[in-house]
T-cell receptor, first 113, second 113 residues
Framework: NAGVTQTPKFRVLKTGQSMTLLCAQD?????MYWYRQDPGMGLRLIHY???????AKGEVPDGYNVSRLKKQNFLLGLESAAPSQTSVYFC????????????FGSGTRLTVV | AQSVTQLGSHVSVSEGALVLLRCNYS??????LFWYVQYPNQGLQLLLK??????LVKGINGFEAEFKKSETSFHLTKPSAHMSDAAEYFC???????????FGAGTTVTVRA
C-alpha cells in the first residue's frame, strides 16, 4: 500500500545541471500535481495533469517541464537548474480533482548550488 | 476563484491546552474543505474533510472542525494538545469540478511542556 512515492528524496545539483524527479502512484488516480514548498510561501503549484498524456501549467511553471506518459507516473524535469529552484518538491495525486482531496508523497529536498 | 485565509502563522500552546486553528474561506459556490497536517520533514497528511452533510467533522488524532457557512469558517480544534501535535497545519478549499485544492499559507503549532 505505497500510495505516492517520490524519488529521489534528496539531491544536490550544480547550477546549469539537469535532473528529473519521479512521482509514482498506485491508487489509479487520474489527477497528479507537482508543488514546491518554500519558507513563508506555502505550497505553490508548478504543473498538473488531469489524465494520462495531459499536462498543464500551474502558478509557477517557468524553468520546469513535466510528462505523464503513463497514468501512474508524473515526471518533473529541470532542464538547467538555478539556485532559485532550491526547494522542497511535493507530488500529489487525486481521484478526480480538488473535491476528492490529495494524497501526497514524502517530498524531494533539492539544493542547487 | 476560491481561497482560504489562515489566521496566525504561528500558534503556541501548552501541553493539555486547547488547540484552535482558524481558517476562513471564500467561495461563491458550496465549498469542499480540508485540513492537512505536515510533520517535520514529511509530506502532508489528511486530517479531516467536509463535503456535505454534518457540519461537525471528526478527524484523526482527536481533531475536529466545524463548517459554519454564515461565518465562512472551518476552524480546527483539539481539546487537549500533545507534544506530538507539533507540526504545520494547512487548510484547503475546493469546489465541485475544480481540478485542484487551494491551500492556505499554513499555521505552525508548537507545544510547550
Amino acid at each position: 500500500n505505497a500510495g505516492v512515492t517520490q524519488t529521489p528524496k534528496f539531491r544536490v545539483l550544480k547550477t546549469g545541471q539537469s535532473m528529473t524527479l519521479l512521482c509514482a502512484q498506485d491508487m489509479n488516480h487520474e489527477y497528479m500535481y507537482w508543488y514546491r514548498q518554500d519558507p513563508g510561501m506555502g505550497l505553490r503549484l508548478i504543473h498538473y495533469s488531469v489524465g494520462e498524456g495531459t499536462t498543464a501549467k500551474g502558478e509557477v511553471p517557468d524553468g520546469y517541464n513535466v510528462s505523464r506518459l503513463k497514468k501512474q507516473n508524473f515526471l518533473l524535469g529541470l532542464e538547467s537548474a538555478a539556485p532559485s529552484q532550491t526547494s522542497v518538491y511535493f507530488c500529489a495525486s487525486s481521484y478526480l480533482g480538488g473535491p476528492y482531496g490529495y494524497t501526497f508523497g514524502s517530498g524531494t529536498r533539492l539544493t542547487v548550488v | 476563484a476560491q481561497s482560504v485565509t489562515q489566521l496566525g502563522s504561528h500558534v503556541s500552546v501548552s501541553e493539555g491546552a486547547l488547540v484552535l486553528l482558524r481558517c476562513n474561506y471564500s467561495s461563491s459556490v458550496p465549498p469542499y474543505l480540508f485540513w492537512y497536517v505536515q510533520y517535520p520533514n514529511q509530506g502532508l497528511q489528511l486530517l479531516l474533510k467536509y463535503t456535505t452533510g454534518a457540519t461537525l467533522v471528526k478527524g484523526i488524532n482527536g481533531f475536529e472542525a466545524e463548517f459554519k457557512k454564515s461565518e465562512t469558517s472551518f476552524h480546527l480544534t483539539k481539546p487537549s494538545a500533545h507534544m506530538s501535535d507539533a507540526a504545520e497545519y494547512f487548510c484547503a478549499v475546493s469546489t465541485l469540478n475544480d481540478y485542484k485544492l487551494s491551500f492556505g499559507a499554513g499555521t505552525t503549532v508548537t507545544v510547550r511542556a
